[in-house]
């Protein structure tokens, strides 16, 4: 859970919502998370558990087969390149935890022009030193963690921290209900309107459900290598699932209310949009009472700070266990490997939106295209080629052996398991992609 909850429910989630439609997004993302998104992350924990070896190696071992292992390759690859856009993004929560703490949104506020905030953020970003600097601050922090070791310091401190992330956003949630754009916001959020769902909508809620479950980039396979051998491996995909499906539903709550909420600000806004908007939130459902807003505010984003760092700290964890385990590197130096190369990678990322924003492929920025590049190409293809290996190469012996140590799985679950993995999953992937080509014409 620490891996899954992070920018991709509390930033991306809203931003892929408020590009697609609102409510159509939505009811495909649950869709996608239940039929898709679930099933994967038993297979992907399976996989991890099986193998007992980090993401580049385990379809290898497995398989043994060599063009298998180049899968484990891409998805080291994928979330090495996660990690330097995600690191941008990051080292804005951290600036925004600061800004908390000097009190700086009440100032806004009181200028009474709600401008100010997005004017704040876009000076922010296109500065050409700030955002580096909170990038360094934040990758350096990631670094410090996996070198130390994830168990003593951050799964003791996320386990706490978590929760009270949890119990925030169900506050925020009833602040968002108060401001003045609430009924819009909710009207836009949960009104499906089917006219919108085409293969853009379908790639961009399917790309999603899988960014936030982090799925297709070995994370859940390397962590589930360190699994106890009884761990429940089907009930801790549920757990995951709709703790990661709640989390992003909450943000979604909170978001679109207080779009509707400031003048000027469109749902389809983009990166920004959670930037500028939750900010106000605090302020203008607390305006009354400054104290509250100056707590909430902070807390907030002291706790979005964790729950960001327990996601890069999964990212790094994956290509630093991969070059450690496989390149015969000390631990100590696969990670400055990982944290030097992401920092260079993510200075470009962030540089794009402020000095090097002219620069651009296929009309997208250089940020955009790390997202466009990894979460709807790698990952998508990550997760189709993930369930044909579980269901049609890896013995089914084996699948069972890892679901049902823990005694009473229904052979019926197991039937409609192997059922998604080798049918569902792959053809969904497949045929959204195929329409989204132009090859077919469903949606
Ligand atoms: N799921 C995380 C989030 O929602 C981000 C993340 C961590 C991720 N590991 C990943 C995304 C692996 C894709 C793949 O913030």
């Known amino acids: 859970a620490g891996s899954a909850v ?5 930033w991306r989630f809203p931003t892929e919502a408020g590009n697609n439609g609102g409510g159509a997004f939505l ?9 898709m998104g679930v099933p994967l992350m038993v297979a992907e924990f399976a996989v991890g558990r099986h193998s007992r070896a980090n993401t580049g190696s385990a379809f290898r071992i497995l398989s043994k087969r060599r063009s298998w292992g180049l899968l484990g390759k891409m ?8 990690l330097a856009y995600y690191s941008v993004v990051a080292g804005w929560t951290l600036y925004y935890a600061f800004q908390s703490l000097l009190n700086r949104f009440n100032v806004m506020a009181r200028q009474g022009d709600s401008s100010v905030f997005a004017d704040n953020f876009n000076s922010f970003v296109s500065d050409p030193w700030l955002p580096l600097l909170c990038l360094a601050a934040f990758l350096f ?31 925020l949630v009833v602040c968002a209900l108060t401001t003045p754009g609430a009924a819009k916001g909710l009207e836009f959020f949960f009104t499906p309107d089917f006219s919108k769902i085409d293969s ?20 859940m396979c390397t962590y589930a290598s360190y699994f106890k051998r009884d761990a429940n491996i089907t009930k801790t995909a549920f757990t995951v699932g709709l703790m990661d499906m709640s989390v992003a539903v909450m943000a979604g709550i909170v978001i679109f209310p207080a779009v509707f909420s400031v003048p000027g600000l469109e749902p389809d806004a983009g990166p920004s949009l959670v930037f500028i908007a939750l900010p106000n939130v605090f302020q203008m459902a607390m305006g009354g009472i400054p104290a509250m807003a100056y707590v909430c505010s902070l807390a907030f984003y002291v706790l979005l700070v964790v729950a960001t760092l327990t996601s890069t700290i999964s990212l790094h ?7 450690s385990e496989t390149r015969n590197m000390p631990r100590r130096r696969a990670a400055w490997y990982v944290t030097g190369g992401s920092l260079v990678l993510g200075i470009f990322c962030s540089l794009s939106l402020g000095v090097l ?15 466009y590049v990894t979460a709807k190409i790698m990952l998508l293809a990550a997760g189709f080629l993930t369930s044909v290996f579980v269901g049609w190469v890896l013995k089914p012996h084996a699948l069972a052996n890892e679901l049902t140590n823990w005694g009473t799985l229904k052979l019926r679950c197991f039937s409609v398991l192997v059922f998604m993995l080798r049918y569902v999953v792959p053809l969904i992937i ?14």
């Open 6 to 10: 992070g920018l991709g429910n509390i």
């Open 27 to 35: 009811l495909v993302y649950i869709l996608c998370v239940v039929l």
């Open 75 to 82: 998805e080291v690859l994928a979330a090495f390149l996660i």
């Open 141 to 171: 922090a990631t670094h410090f963690v996996v070198v130390r070791g994830v168990k003593s310091g951050i799964e003791r401190s996320s386990k706490i921290l978590m929760p009270f992330l949890f119990l925030l956003m169900v506050v």
């Open 200 to 219: 853009g909508v379908v790639m961009s809620a399917m790309a999603q459900a899988f960014y936030s479950l982090s799925l297709g980039m070995g994370c």
């Open 317 to 323: 964890e994956v290509v630093t266990a991969y070059l």
């Open 357 to 371: 924003s002219g620069m651009t492929v296929a009309g997208m920025t250089i940020f955009d295209l790390f997202d």
């Open 430 to 443: 497949a045929g959204v992609f195929l329409d989204g080509l132009g090859l077919l014409n469903i949606l």
